[in-house]
């Protein structure tokens, strides 16, 4: 838990042409996510996926409180038998996340299977289908911990397909990103992840095209990680991630952004590039995007990440935006942002006008502070000064996800008393509020 940290939200927006001048973004109040009957609902690190029904929210761990203001009373407490108490125990807590419908109300979702799911990333297809990917333990094994499998599922209204594994190893490196999940056409998933296998390492483009599942493995010096991608035009795919070192330096040096360009159907992956120099320090954090292009009909790419530096005790303190504007072949110098504070957290997402919204949380502060959430804009290649925003105190990593068009949501866990019976214990819940775009005397 985070109870003392500052978020901060850095929002890279921005209209084009007079529009720009008409339209403000601004935060709406902050809800407690809860059920229809007032419970308090509770989901770690959602990722959001706006679908026909409501917002889904899937997270691990996901539970709803026993009462409005009991998170979970033994027996004794409300005279429940130890068979009703366990009922009610199951029904609470064999979640993985809730609809947020229309009426603001967390509808809870079931598990689509009783194993271990961690690392959950989830997008919307184009036929209205969730695709959801995670990490856990192989079939058969017997630690809960193991992360050694990737495993797949989709969600079509409302029902779960059964989970399959789509890729194995000996571990994986999902740190400071998830996974890269794209889709495209009706039922075509592409997938991208870190892998370690033996002595070595790499990455593996996992794709599902024609029903079939299809694997490419590129084996990578420098402990690949925090891969992230796009589709570049109607045949490639342009593939960034964290490589520790760089050939032929001759001083001892961190971690760098590489870029590969393949095409689809390759099975053999062209040799990396490095595209951005850290010296010393560390990246984390990383993540493309398409962006609209301001050259034409080429395809634009941004890239966004923290710096780590070398004595920064894990803590980033600058943030880099850089773009592409020709799909990848060429990139133009990133444009920095330092920060006046420690970074712990970071997560970001592109609203539906291709401008880069970013959430963070600092380290340090005291409990005495006033927890405050911070935006700027990075317009035309240049970032905008810090706007703060009061909020409340935060009790886990907030997540940031475009929902709607000029609509972003974020959602985070706070700390409240679990039990008036119980002075000092308290419980996690869900909050969330919505960035809304609006344009006076435009409708949306």
């Not at 960034?240 to 360009?261: C, E, K, M, T």
């Not at 993540?287 to 301001?294: D, F, I, L, V």
Request: aromatic share 8%.
């Amino acid at each position: 838990m985070h109870a003392s940290s500052v978020t901060i939200v850095l929002l890279a927006t921005g209209c084009a042409g007079i529009l720009d001048a008409q339209c403000t973004m601004h935060w709406q109040s902050p809800q407690v996510l809860q059920a229809d009957d007032g419970r308090p609902a509770y989901v770690e690190s959602p990722a959001a996926v706006p679908t026909q029904s409501g917002v889904l929210l899937l997270g691990v761990p996901a539970f709803l409180w026993a009462e409005r203001d009991a998170f979970d009373p033994a027996p004794s407490v409300n005279g429940l038998d130890t068979s009703a108490y366990l009922t009610r125990l199951s029904a609470n807590h064999s979640l993985i996340g809730f609809v947020l419908g229309p009426k603001r109300a967390a509808i809870p979702v079931k598990r689509p299977f009783a194993g271990s799911m961690r690392r959950l990333v989830a997008v919307l297809g184009a036929d209205a289908t969730t695709h959801v990917v995670w990490l856990g333990p192989p079939r058969g094994s017997k630690d809960p911990d193991e992360e050694g499998a990737v495993w797949y599922a989709e969600r079509h209204n409302n029902q779960w397909t059964h989970p399959a594994i789509v890729f194995l190893a000996d571990r994986f490196d999902w740190s400071g990103q998830n996974a890269v999940l794209l889709t495209r056409h009706r039922s075509d998933v592409h997938l991208v992840v870190p892998y370690y296998r033996g002595q070595s390492a790499g990455i593996a483009y996992i794709r599902r095209t024609n029903g079939r599942w299809t694997t490419t493995e590129t084996s990578l010096r420098g402990l690949p990680s925090q891969t992230t991608g796009q589709f570049v035009g109607t045949d490639s795919l342009a593939v960034a991630f964290a490589g520790v070192g760089a050939p032929g330096a001759r001083v001892s040096n961190g971690q760098h952004v590489y870029l590969i360009r393949a095409a689809l159907s390759d099975k053999v992956w062209p040799s990396a590039s490095l595209i951005a120099w850290s010296g010393l320090d560390a990246i984390r954090w990383l993540r493309m995007y398409e962006a609209p292009s301001t050259h034409g009909a080429s395809q634009a790419l941004t890239l966004v990440w923290d710096r780590i530096p070398r004595d920064g005790r894990s803590s980033a303190d600058t943030i880099y935006a850089m773009v592409s504007n020709n799909a990848g072949l060429m990139w133009n110098p990133p444009e920095i942002l330092p920060l006046p504070f420690k970074v712990a957290t970071l997560t970001q997402d592109r609203d539906t006008m291709g401008n880069v919204h970013v959430v963070l949380t600092s380290l340090g502060g005291s409990s005495s502070q006033n927890e405050q959430i911070f935006h700027a804009t990075l317009r035309q290649g240049h970032w905008t000064h810090l706007d703060s925003v009061p909020t409340g105190p935060i009790a886990s990593v907030p997540t940031l996800s475009s929902i709607a068009p000029d609509t972003l949501l974020l959602v985070w866990g706070s700390a409240r008393p679990a039990d008036r019976r119980l002075p000092g214990v308290v419980a996690p819940v869900s909050k969330y509020a919505t960035y809304v775009r609006s344009c006076p005397g435009i409708r949306p």
